[in-house]
Nanobody
Framework: QVQLVESGGGLVQAGGSLRLSCAAS????????MGWFRQAPGKEREFVAA????????VYADSVKGRFTISRDNAKNTVYLQMNSLKPEDTAVYYC????????????????????WGQGTQVTVSS
């Protein structure tokens, strides 16, 4: 079992920044990839970014490339999502997730691949 706890969400004006954190506990040695997803009201959960736990390989959704940065601190079992130049369309509940067996091609963008999920943190961007 892995427990994931997100923090750092909040209300910010358009153009502002937030940094989300996700602390993992439990079977953290089994984590191979950590990802961030988001879900806006009435929409499906969508991929945001992911990072390989071993080699820090990263993948981003096109909608956040150049604005968001995912990073990890293995010693703290924590993954971060630095979000800059925020837009109202970034408003959503943000979830972190852990994947124990990613595909050979690298971090997956499919939520079905991930084994454990956090409870989510709300990000609201006002215009």
């Amino acid at each position: 079992q892995v427990q994931l706890v997100e923090s750092g969400g909040g209300l910010v004006q358009a153009g502002g920044s937030l940094r989300l954190s996700c602390a993992a506990s439990g079977r953290t040695f089994s984590i191979k990839t950590m990802g961030w997803f988001r879900q806006a009201p009435g929409k499906e959960r969508e991929f945001v970014a992911a990072i390989s736990w071993s080699n820090s390989r990263t993948v981003y959704a096109d909608s956040v490339k150049g604005r968001f940065t995912i990073s990890r601190d293995n010693a703290k079992n924590t993954v971060y999502l630095q979000m800059n130049s925020l837009k109202p369309e970034d408003t959503a509940v943000y979830y972190c997730a852990a994947d124990f067996s990613p595909p050979p091609t690298g971090p997956s963008v499919r939520p079905q691949r991930y084994d454990y999920w956090g409870q989510g943190t709300q990000v609201t961007v006002s215009s």
